[in-house]
């Protein structure tokens, strides 16, 4: 009889305690508006200027009055770059004829293997539109450095891959870095949030 | 005739003060085991609610110079737990002079970043603010059940009473 008592008052006050101090009182808030991680106050997007696979330099002030999804990756990557990359062909399609403002700018996170040529053809079979960015390793890091982006090399059997950051970075018409999507969201979630933005 | 010995005298008090200490145990066990189940149905049907559905996590001005100082300055926790529809968004926001890697993103002086969670899941970002170089955000489901509520209470003391233990 006497192992009940303790037992169950500590089960009662744990769960009291606990339950009183998560337990507050007020009723639950708006949703969010965008899907995307959003910055307050959008700071002016890091400038950079980079090989593009197209031949031509590419730099934001390029694509000024259009949306810019930058995506940070690698040709090689198996998962993550060909799965986001899909997502946002599939949210350019979704966006109908407002594609046409949504510009997707992939940045190499390995040169070595990612020349302008191979980018182009990488990325030519998820959406024409979409332009590869490449340069030197030095200029690449800076641009990483610049959003934050994480990007490390992984010794493979006889190759290599990349441990690099899988958000994908949104920039307005006026160069603003507005938000970050988080990796895994479906392509309907950035049409929504590209609509957002091209009409704001 | 009856006659009683100090011997059955003594035995008959003892018997009779086990039997009261007995009842006064088996209250107190039937009035814990009532307190528990009282609490567990408070726990089961009361629904949760949260003040805001931002869970806030600010770097306060002055860290980066107590870090260059070698004071040794949490900033986020390995592990942020979320629920949807109560509290997932977390908001970040650097009140320091100098820019931050913060969680998952880089944040100017003065900058916050809200990022909204819609699905249930364990997401993990590389934060350089840890020294694992990563952070965890676990988000749970909304608790739609009574046992869901009583299951996500008791997760939530657990891991109060985990982050109050000495590591």
């Known amino acids: ?200 | 005739m009856r006659t009683t010995s100090a011997f059955s005298w003594g035995r008959d008090r003892t018997a009779r003060s086990g039997a009261r200490v007995s009842r006064a145990a088996r209250a107190g066990a039937l009035c814990a085991c009532a307190a528990a189940l009282l609490t567990a149905g408070w726990s089961a049907f009361a629904p949760i609610r949260f003040d805001s559905r931002e869970a806030l996590f600010e770097i306060p001005r002055g860290t980066f110079a107590r870090r260059m100082a070698g004071e040794p300055l949490p900033i986020l926790p390995d592990e942020i737990h979320l629920t949807l529809e109560l509290q997932d968004v977390l908001l970040l926001r650097n009140l320091d002079e100098v820019p931050q890697i913060f969680g998952p993103t880089l944040m100017m002086p003065g900058q916050s970043f809200r990022l909204p969670f819609r699905q249930a899941a364990s997401y993990q970002f590389a934060c350089t603010a840890h020294a694992s170089g990563q952070m965890t955000i676990s988000v749970d489901a909304h608790p739609e059940t009574p046992w869901a509520r009583l299951s996500w209470r008791a997760r939530a003391l657990g891991r109060w009473i985990r982050s109050r233990l000495p590591s």
């Open chain 1, 1 to 200: 009889m006497r192992a009940p008592v303790p037992a169950g008052l500590g089960l009662a006050l744990a769960l009291g305690v606990g339950a009183s101090a998560l337990a507050p009182s007020r009723a639950r808030a708006e949703p969010p508006e965008l899907f995307a991680g959003v910055f307050d106050p959008p700071r002016e997007a890091p400038a950079f200027s980079l090989g593009g696979s197209d031949g031509q330099p590419i730099s934001l002030e390029r694509f000024r009055g259009k949306i810019v999804v930058l995506a940070f990756g690698f040709t090689s990557c198996p998962d993550v770059c060909p799965t986001t990359l899909a997502t946002l062909a599939g949210a350019r399609r979704a966006l109908g004829p407002a594609a046409a403002d949504v510009q997707v700018v992939y940045v190499t996170v390995d040169p070595q293997r990612d020349d302008a040529k191979r980018m182009r053809e990488y990325l030519v079979a998820f959406d024409p539109a979409f332009l590869g960015a490449t340069g030197s390793a030095e200029d690449l890091a800076k641009v990483r450095e610049a959003y934050g982006v994480a990007a490390e090399r992984v010794a493979r059997a006889k190759t290599y891959a990349f441990s690099h950051s899988s958000f994908t970075y949104l920039v307005d018409r006026t160069g603003k870095l507005r938000a970050l999507m988080p990796y895994g969201h479906a392509a309907n979630d950035y049409a929504h949030d590209l609509r957002i933005l091209l009409g704001s």
